[in-house]
Structure formats: C-alpha cells, structure tokens
C-alpha cells in the first residue's frame, strides 16, 4: 500500500487550522470582555458617584483665592490650561485673591477665567467621555492641549498627572508648585514587614478615587489599638505623630489640637502660619524622644527612644 504524500503547502494549512481551533477552543473558556461601545454607559447610572464627586477636594475647585487663572488651571481645570502662561514678578505672580487682598490681583502673564468659564476636573479628566456615555472599565487622561484620552498604566500614573512637582521658572522669576506625593519609610515600602500582606502602592490603596477621602490606618491595623502605648496616648495623639519617616515637625494640630505632622511656614500675606500636613511616609519603629525630649515646650516627660522615662 502506497504512503500517501501530502504537498508542504496543505500540511502548513492544517497546522494553522489546528493552532487556530486550539485558540478558539481556550478563549471559548474565558470570560467574554466587553470592548468598545459595549464599554459605555449613561453617566446618569452613577448618581452616588456623582454625588459624592461633587462634595469632593476635586469636585469644587473653582476659588478666587487659588488661581482661577490660565496657569493654576494646569491641574485644577486642565481644559482651561494656558501653557504660555507663565507666573510673574511679585507683587502680581498669580492672577488670585489673597486672603488681605480686598480685590483679586491680575498676573499680565496669565489671563483670568470666569466662573461661567471654568470647566473644573471632571469625569472626562479621568475616563474616556463620548456624549452623555462614559467608559468605568479604565482610566485615561485627557490631555488639554490635544484633547484627546492618553492610557495610563495605573492609578498613581493619573494622579502624577497633577500631583508632581514642576519648577515652572521663567525668566520673570516666577516658581512652580511642589504637590509630588512619594509613598516612602519602611512600613508600606518593604516586603519584608508586610510578609503575607500586599502592601498599599497605589494612590487609590488608601484614597477613595471619587471623594478623596483616606482611610484611617486602623482600617488596616485594626489589630493595634489595645497596644499599651497606643492605649497611654488615646485620641490625643495621631497614628503619624510617632509613625513619620518623613522627618516633618511634630505639634498640636492647629484646629483639632490632636499631635500629627505640622508645617510652620510664612504665608502669602507674610504672617507665620502652622498647617497640619499629611505625611505619606511611614515607619514600624518610633522614637518616643522625638517629643518628649529634654526641655520640649508641651512639658512632657522627658523619655528615652524606647520610651523609658529619663531621671
């Protein structure tokens, strides 16, 4: 009986028929993903979000005192972003209000923008928009000046849109901002301490995305608050009062009066101001003199850096 021959031709065609049907076959297993239209939903499905955005630091950034100008609106309303302007000279940096200023200053080197005009962050900042139809499957970033949606990895690659630090120096002398925010210490950066735990690396780990409120850090060590010190310092004392790595000044908070991070600085108006400031490094280990160290000006015993009192 003779061996039949197949042409090389028909045996690539067979092949390819096999690997084809084997993919077929493997995706028939898999969860069907929706793509394109099939992404877009009526904005009106999300009251709540709605709802909770506009109550929101992100949701009302319209204010004569930080900028409602063609510069400022770089991150507090991008579809309203100048990138020609520039700050200028003082006293005129910024087109603002100062809090002692009875009328709003004009910056010749931006122009202002009007209430009416100002387009804010909206749903379109950070998901892809079509109409009264917005995609919730993913992020992405309109840019301004293209006005067109930019793919972003990740979460903290759309929050470094505006949260990064940009010199913005002109040759009028103007400076930019610093609103960088780096995850840093030991405790939410090595794996080493958080064997068995994913620790927080992302932006919306501890940052509800639509309201921009934190979660406190009880609501993941909610296994330490019968800790003796934690009990000896009560509601008194924050968690990042003892937990900064950032090395940031430790004092009352200027309204609630509870101890946390601080930041003594001169204000806008010239006048020494303490503003209690978030700090996002954070530490296992504390050094309990950091506070009560000889002669601090609170009177508090005087302890070691383990805690042991001082004679």
């Known amino acids: 009986m003779r ?21 077929l ?24 979000v709605m709802e909770a955005w506009a109550g929101s630091p992100h949701g009302n950034t319209y204010d004569l ?35 002692q200023d009875p009328e709003l200053r004009i910056a010749p080197t931006m122009d202002f923008v009007e209430e ?23 992020n992405a970033w309109l840019n301004p000046i293209a006005m067109e949606y930019e793919p972003v990895a990740r979460a903290n690659d ?20 610093n609103h960088e925010i780096v ?18 690396d992302t932006c919306t780990d501890c940052h509800d995305p639509h309201t921009q409120q934190p979660m406190g850090c009880v609501d993941c060590h909610s296994d330490v608050l019968d800790l003796e010190p934690h009990v000896i310092h009560g509601q008194a004392v924050s968690c990042i009062a003892c937990h900064d790595a950032s090395g940031a000044d430790v004092g009352p908070h200027p309204d609630t009066g509870i101890w946390t991070t601080i930041l003594t600085e001169m204000s806008r108006s010239g006048e020494m101001t303490t503003t209690a400031i978030v700090s996002h490094s954070v530490q296992w280990l504390v050094n309990c003199d950091r506070c009560h160290f000889e002669g601090n000006p609170a009177g508090l015993t005087v302890r070691d850096a383990s805690g042991n009192p001082v004679e």
């Open 25 to 48: 076959a493997v995706n028939a297993g898999r969860p069907a993903q929706a793509q394109g239209p099939d992404d877009m939903r009526p904005i009106t499905d999300f009251p709540e």
């Open 158 to 177: 759309l929050c470094g849109k505006c949260h990064t630090n940009s010199t913005g120096v002109s040759e009028t002398g103007g400076r930019g901002v």
């Open 116 to 138: 009416d005009d100002w387009v804010g962050i909206t749903c379109s900042t950070c998901h892809v928009v079509e109409g009264e139809l917005i995609d919730t499957t993913s």
């Open 65 to 99: 005192g930080k900028g409602p100008n063609t510069y400022c609106s770089r991150c507090h309303s991008p579809q309203n972003w100048d990138p020609a302007a520039r700050p200028g000279p003082p006293p005129n940096c910024v087109t603002c209000k100062f809090p």
């Open 183 to 200: 995850l840093g210490g030991s405790a939410h950066r090595n794996w080493a301490a958080t064997i068995g735990v994913r620790r927080p």
């Open 3 to 23: 061996k039949l021959k197949w042409p090389p031709w028909l045996k690539l065609l067979m092949c390819a028929a096999i690997v084809l049907g084997t993919a």
